[in-house]
């Protein structure tokens, strides 16, 4: 099978991340607010500043708006045409994957890596999500992976090539891209007792001067744009802040990352697993050991961080799908190895049983509950008993081998993913919002926006919203649990957990 792993990964790659793209509405909060600048930035043809609803936004550097508002230009406003950079970078990062992976192991090890990347439950989605991180991603694994190979090679055009990778990182999120690779490298180099090359490393001349070159004109024009605005919205607030205290509501314990890897690496958790208890062997390999840092680095970091989001412990994922794939072969049970993605696929399985049953404080979160067995219905079920029994077959089979198994299992897991529990998801959750808009679009109304913060509304409906107290005459779009606070009102759509009304005398 091996024979023809570029097919396979190519078919993987087109299913996990391109597929799906056009078929699932924008999820808000994220996709829609990204999307929703990109909009704006095409209507006042202002590429410098970014604006939101007309109001300035400071939450992430230029360079991923530039790339969606291109692609719009061509393919259209489109979910597709929004979340095409995304896709791009993440198909870049399964590339360099490969290839740095098979120049420093073997085209087997290479295989496995990207295939692991290609089918984890948080690549895949965060793959074709509308947002920088996927781009930011691809810019930190480059840089990540060119700053190894020059500490072996010590070949300056290595470290020129971090330099900008680095630099188109900074232009896509800022200083993380940065500090990320800068904390990794200086961690490896102390544990090598080598400062001295670290040191070297960051203040060659040549190197930074291309890394201010790409990086700083932006920065500067924004800032003679917008001031002290800009120092204060994205430096303080969006960066220093994001770390010293929850922003949007985004807290969690220290303990917070733990359950995201475990879920994230599916359907392959249990290699990760296996690699931990082998740290203390492997560390012993320079490759090993800084891959090892990068990860440790990044999850006790953000641990550490105020604020905290399921993608964020991505940044150091990059090296670690290929130390995943250098450890396959010490896995020797199919029991273990698939274990966790058959019980992954009972939970998924259980989800539209348990649903109705289940009640929180939050009466918004409860409508949606009750209304998931609208959604989550026969064909999600019926797919999702086919994993499980076919998981349960491959546990049991002794024909295939463990390859062939993992091959089998990242395409039915991906496929249950995105084209059945995301898409139903999408169904309960946002596509009442995406119908609302296009009724307020094609009848061209002006919306009160009211207890409720979608941006995807204002993407698909076309037209800025007001966010203030709805009087008499409105049209206003909000949560079906605020409208109690309306003593008479005409509804002109309600789905779910979402209405649009006209607010009468």
Not at 400 to 406: E, G, H, R, V
Request: charged share 15%; glycine share 4%.
């Amino acid at each position: 099978m091996l024979k023809y792993h570029k097919i396979i990964l190519l078919a993987l790659i087109i299913v996990s991340f391109y597929l799906p793209a056009p078929f699932l509405p924008l999820f808000d909060l994220d996709e829609g607010a990204f999307s929703e600048a990109t909009r704006e930035m095409l209507l006042n043809h202002n590429y410098i500043t970014t604006y939101l609803n007309g109001e300035l936004r400071f939450d992430k550097p230029i360079l991923i708006y530039w790339l969606q508002a291109l692609s719009v230009k061509h393919f259209g406003l489109n979910e597709f045409a929004l979340r095409l950079p995304s896709i791009l970078a993440a198909t870049f990062w399964a590339i360099i994957t490969y290839l740095f992976a098979k120049r420093y192991f073997n085209e087997k090890i290479a295989f496995l890596s990207t295939l692991f990347m290609v089918s984890s439950l948080q690549i895949t989605i965060i793959a074709k999500a509308a947002i920088a991180d996927s781009l930011l991603n691809f810019f930190l694994a480059a840089t990540l992976f060119f700053l190894f190979e020059y500490t072996k090679t010590q070949d300056k055009k290595l470290l020129y090539l971090a330099s900008v990778a680095a630099a188109f990182g900074v232009l896509t999120k800022g200083p993380i891209a940065l500090f990320i690779p800068f904390m990794t490298l200086f961690f490896y180099c102390l544990s090598k007792k080598n400062l001295k090359f670290f040191l070297n490393t960051i203040f060659n001349p040549i190197a930074l001067l291309l890394f201010f070159a790409i990086a700083a004109p932006w920065y500067i024009l924004e800032y003679l744009d917008q001031g002290q605005k800009f120092i204060d919205g994205f430096f303080l607030k969006h960066n220093i802040s994001r770390f010293r205290t929850p922003l949007e509501h985004h807290s969690g314990s220290f303990f917070y990352y733990i359950p995201v890897v475990l879920l994230g690496l599916m359907p392959f958790t249990s290699v990760f697993l296996k690699l931990l208890t082998q740290i203390k062997k492997l560390f012993k390999s320079d490759f090993f050991r800084y891959f090892f840092i990068l990860f440790g680095f990044v999850f006790f970091f953000f641990s550490l961080s105020g604020t905290k989001l399921p993608h964020y412990v991505i940044y150091g994922y990059s090296g670690l799908f290929i130390m995943m794939a250098a450890l396959f072969e010490k896995i020797k049970s199919s029991f273990w190895l698939l274990l966790p993605v058959l019980l992954f696929y009972f939970v998924l399985l259980s989800l539209p049983f348990l649903a109705p049953y289940i009640h929180t404080h939050d009466h918004f979160a409860n409508i949606l509950l009750s209304n998931a067995s609208k959604e989550f219905g026969l064909f999600y079920k019926l797919y999702f008993l086919f994993a499980a029994f076919l998981t349960f077959w491959l546990i049991f089979n002794r024909q295939l081998d463990t390859i062939a198994k993992s091959i089998i299992t990242a395409f039915v897991f991906i496929i249950g993913v995105n084209f059945i529990a995301a898409k139903a998801y999408a169904n309960l959750a946002q596509m009442p919002i995406k119908e609302a808009a296009l009724i307020a679009k094609k009848e061209d109304l002006n919306v009160v926006m009211y207890k409720v913060n979608t941006p995807s509304f204002i993407v698909y409906s076309q037209h800025l919203v007001k966010k203030a107290k709805p009087k008499a005459g409105d049209i206003v779009f909000t949560k079906v649990t605020a409208l109690k606070k309306f003593a008479k009102y005409k509804i002109l759509y309600k789905k779910y957990a979402y209405a649009l009304i006209k607010v009468e005398k």
